[in-house]
């Protein structure tokens, strides 16, 4: 590896490709207008986007895979690639990926069924597979065939729901039900979309196809979806075939623990050929479609978080992604520190020759993640191997229920898009460096999932939430052992049984898995293995490997009780020492907690990438060592700048001391020419050194009108009685069911598929939103979605709808209200409209040069703050403020440092420098500093009144919370500068 001035790496370093540039979920979720399309193509590039995913979401108007879909499809594919970003497609509307928004699974025989358990049965039942009589204690069954209790089993189907626009989902084990959704929906896209597919418009995502719940319940829309297993028409001829014994006198066992059996073969046999229907059936079939067409396949399966997740849903993650040729994941939220998902995703791909891995990223984190969110969440899984980022999510629109389809949007609407270069090109950076050569890493961990597929019964987890106590230590076992090695800079590589069955062999005294080779295994956490492993491990052994069991060894192989005769395998205690004497010494490491790190090799020189995943703490003074003696430069990502790095030589060994910042990441580049460098490598300013802080008040501006958010509202129906003042979403409700009509949510049918239907015409409704001002403003404007579908009085007075402008978004227009309709005192703002299944009732906003004073729910306006004081916003006249914030701090005399101790927004920014995340500190020199808070829209669009408090996934639900969960009064994120600024003097 060579890098010089010169050098086409290095250039690409500087300003990374689009290859390594996000490409979002752009949210196709209104009534679609090419030239607002194009528009936001030409935002996602300047935030530094390398193109996009077209994705239908919850509120499509237009037809989905009608005539104009696809001429908009085309017309984006166009342009983003006459403009140098990729545009990508999706197979879904909404997701999961098989029923083509419904068309395939209108077909009853293309519909999820499932094998139903039922205890004492009333009647003689439908579609009955086998009936039994015993004794039933929770899961444990006993006298199989003499008790006195009833079980049955039959054939149920999934129950129907609007997700899946009155339908269900599809049996993805039926390799019609498949055809059916490549006819309807691939098929489509290759007569609309000619020789795009391939060239401009690049591959397409799928997303979450499952085979169904095991005895879980998820996604079942079912009340007894929890005593259910996948079912297709060929099970129980193809279970015979393939284990050489009927199924169905052996159901009892696949649902229970028969006289108190934990582990069975039936229900591995059971788990593993629902894997192989899967595959065969519905992963093989779109893979060869889209590898005909040059179409690269990326996209998901459900669920990854943890063996449980996988194992209820789809059974070997692993296998999966070999029928990819971008393989992905989905990790949900900003808290999700399910590090193994990546693991497991890189450990198949290094094995099957996968270089490109996606992650579909930042889904569920709600407006408030600032940048050092976005940092977090994405560093991790770049560390151990993502280099194609899939944001979750990037809206067409913010109309009626889209802004609520989890936020925050990552486009135009959020004040921030126009600084999100800075992050987009720290990951571009990040993302190349990973991609380069290969991992340092000869160790196989052997991957416990079939240990979990044994030992499943009825009511071992419900909603991919686990409950078996044998099932928790399991995975206790499989995290502490990944935290161990990560923690202390060892990888490794997962290996899947079914994999090493058929990939594995013994090359030269190394264990070959496909491409990758290993000169040790480690077992540790199996309950049961696999006959074919062992036969493996003891041809590895034979040939010179090692074979380490840390802890209990598996106590079954192929699901029977079996000992191991592991006379020739390395025992150990399961404990952090034991293990680490045993596996591959790392040849980079930092002494430090909560440093995880990565070894790459690249043409005989080497790059080392360490990352502090703690949140909170910095590591400071942390001891270096790389195992080389090439001279060492330290790569940055945020600014792209190369420093050299001073060490001393320790018996082969380069030592030197660094710090990381909180969730910081240190690039080392090991290599006989590096480019001319910046400098030495910079340490940490000590916190001694900021000695001054600069209190007070400030003058500040304001880069957009400040907000009052008007959502509770008195109501009438059909010219009855008002009714009391109640939050917005609450009296949408109200109508709702008052007429039977489906409420709105993440659940709801889809616009376009409503409209094949007459539309319900429901009823007159009136809102009456009231407020005081204090003072009069020079000028107020309302904004409010959907004019044409309202008439408004402000204070009696009719107000003119026909000149309207943007606000944020193209669902919000803004108009100007005439200075003499508004007094002293109380006003009100009364909208009327005929209420239709179509209709949404929303919050309206109140724009102008104002502050904001609140008591409860009720509003009053007053002046703006002279200056703005250090601290919350909220309590300075801008609670629902979601702009930006500039603040002019004086500087003393001979400052050199400034640092932002606390800051409540996205992002800051001193004298136009971003700062996105620790250390917030930027030289400075003058009299004056400008520093700019930029704000999230989380006290604009909420949810504000969702008293749980901090959510691990922020979902829809969220803005409609009932009871405790509940608030009158808005519920606000503290903003602007919480701590007063200190400042370093030389």
Not at 23 to 48: A, C, H, R, T
Not at 90 to 104: F, H, M, N, Q, T
Request: proline share 4%; aromatic share 12%; hydrophobic share 40%.
């Amino acid at each position: 590896m060579k890098f010089s001035d010169n050098d086409s790496f290095y250039k690409e370093w500087e300003n990374p490709s689009v290859m390594f540039r996000g490409k979002p979920f752009w949210s196709w979720n209104g009534k679609l207008e090419k030239e607002e399309l194009l528009y936001q193509i030409d935002v996602m590039k300047e935030m530094g986007m390398g193109g996009f995913f077209m994705h239908s979401r919850t509120g499509l108007e237009t037809e989905y895979l009608g005539d104009e879909w696809f001429e908009l499809i085309n017309a984006c594919a166009d342009y983003a690639e006459s403009i140098g970003l990729e545009a990508w497609i999706y197979d879904e509307d909404r997701w999961p990926s098989g029923l083509a928004g419904g068309i395939v699974s209108k077909n009853p025989e293309y519909r999820q069924k499932a094998i139903l358990l039922e205890i004492d049965p009333a009647g003689e039942g439908e579609d009955v597979i086998a009936e039994f009589t015993c004794y039933l204690d929770g899961s444990v069954c006993t006298h199989l065939g003499s008790g006195s209790q009833t079980i049955r089993f039959s054939v149920v189907e999934q129950g129907k729901c609007g997700f899946y626009n009155g339908y269900t989902y599809i049996d993805t084990m039926n390799r019609a039900a498949t055809e059916a959704f490549l006819q309807s929906t691939h098929e489509k896209y290759a007569e609309k979309c000619g020789d795009r597919l391939g060239k401009s418009i690049k591959g397409i995502f799928t997303d979450e196809p499952h085979r169904g719940a095991l005895l879980d319940g998820f996604s079942m829309y079912r009340e007894d979806g929890h005593m259910t297993v996948p079912y297709t028409p060929k099970l129980f001829e193809e279970f015979e075939a393939r284990f050489g014994y009927d199924l169905r006198p052996k159901l009892p066992e696949l649902f229970l623990q028969v006289e108190g059996q934990r582990i069975s073969p039936v229900k591995w046999h059971f788990v593993e050929l629902l894997q192989q229907l899967f595959l065969e059936n519905f992963a093989m079939p779109c893979q060869e479609w889209c590898e005909e067409r040059n179409l690269v396949l990326t996209g998901h399966i459900l669920h990854e978080d943890n063996l449980t997740a996988q194992t209820a849903m789809s059974g070997s993650m692993m296998r999966y992604y070999e029928h990819m040729s971008a393989p992905g994941v989905d990790v949900l939220g900003e808290e999700n520190l399910n590090y193994w998902i990546v693991k497991q995703l890189s450990s198949a791909a290094r094995q099957v020759g996968k270089t490109q891995l996606l992650s579909e990223m930042y889904g569920c984190t709600g407006w408030q993640m600032p940048f050092a969110g976005h940092k977090a969440v994405g560093d991790w899984q770049a560390l151990l191997g993502i280099n194609f980022r899939c944001h979750h999510l990037s809206w067409y629109t913010m109309r009626g229920e889209a802004k609520r389809d989890y936020p925050a949007s990552i486009l135009h609407q959020s004040p921030w898009y126009e600084d999100y270069g800075y992050v987009e090109s720290y990951f571009a950076r990040f993302g190349l460096m990973m991609a380069q050569g290969e991992p340092v890493c000869d160790l196989l961990v052997l991957n416990p999932v079939e240990s979990v597929w044994a030992q499943v019964h009825l009511g071992w987890s419900k909603g991919l939430g686990l409950i078996d106590e044998n099932v928790k230590r399991l995975e206790e076992h499989y995290q502490t052992l990944f935290t161990w090695l990560l923690e202390s800079q060892v990888d490794f590589d997962y290996g899947d049984e079914a994999m090493l069955a058929q990939k594995g062999e013994v090359e030269n005294g190394m264990l070959k898995v496909g491409l990758a080779k290993y000169s040790k295994v480690l077992i540790s956490g199996l309950e049961t293995i696999r006959s074919s492993t062992l036969k493996l491990l003891d041809r590895f052994v034979a040939a010179g490997g090692e074979v380490i069991v840390a802890g209990a060894g598996p106590t079954h192989v192929d699901a029977l009780p079996a000992t191991i005769d592991g006379g020739a395998y390395r025992f150990v205690e399961f404990s952090k020492e034991s293990v680490l004497a045993t596996v591959p010494s790392a040849l980079a490491t930092v002494e430090a907690s909560d440093v995880f790190g990565q070894l790459r090799e690249v043409n005989g020189g080497l790059v080392f990438a360490a990352l502090n995943v703690n949140r909170k703490e910095r590591r400071e003074n942390a001891m270096v060592r790389i195992k080389t003696e090439l001279p060492i430069a330290e790569w940055d990502c945020e600014t792209g700048e190369i420093a050299t790095v001073s060490t001393r030589v320790e018996e082969g060994w380069q030592v030197f001391e660094t710090d990381f910042s909180v969730g910081g990441l240190k690039l080392w580049v090991a290599n006989e020419e590096n480019p001319d460098g910046s400098g030495d490598a910079q340490r940490l300013l000590d916190d001694r050194e900021f000695s001054e802080s600069i209190e007070g008040d400030f003058e500040y501006s304001l880069s957009e009108s400040n907000i009052c958010v008007l959502d509770f509202a008195e109501y009438r129906f059909e010219g009855e009685d008002w009714a009391p003042a109640m939050e917005i979403l609450k009296i949408d409700q109200k109508v709702r069911d008052a007429y039977g009509v489906m409420r709105r949510g993440g659940q709801m049918l889809q616009p376009w598929f409503v409209a094949q239907e007459p539309v319900r015409d429901l009823c007159d409704v009136e809102l009456r939103y009231g407020f005081e001002a204090a003072v009069l403003p020079g000028r107020v404007d309302l904004a409010i979605e959907e004019p044409e579908n309202f008439s408004v009085l402000v204070n009696g007075e009719a107000l003119d709808l026909s000149q309207t402008e943007r606000w944020i978004d193209i669902a919000f227009h803004r108009i100007r209200i005439p200075a003499e309709f508004l007094r002293e005192g109380k006003n009100e703002i009364v909208l009327k409209t005929r209420y239709t299944e179509n209709s949404n009732l929303e919050a309206i906003y109140l724009l102008g040069d104002f502050g904001v004073h609140l008591d409860g729910i009720d509003r009053r306006l007053v002046a703006l703050p002279a200056r703005l004081e250090i601290g919350d916003l909220c309590g300075q006249g801008l609670p629902f403020y979601s702009g930006a914030v500039r603040y002019d701090l004086p500087l003393p005399k001979g400052v050199s440092w400034l640092r932002l101790p606390e800051v409540g927004g996205a992002c800051a920014k001193v004298d136009d420098v971003v700062l996105g995340w620790d250390p917030f500190e930027v030289a400075v020199s003058g009299e004056l500093a400008q520093v700019e808070v930029v704000l999230s829209r989380r006290n604009t669009f909420g949810p504000l009144h969702d008293a749980v408090g901090k959510r691990y996934w922020n979902n829809p639900t969220c803005w409609v919370t009932e009871g405790d969960e509940f608030s009158d009064a808005p519920l606000l994120e503290a903003t602007g500068l919480l701590a007063a600024p200190r400042v370093k003097i030389d």
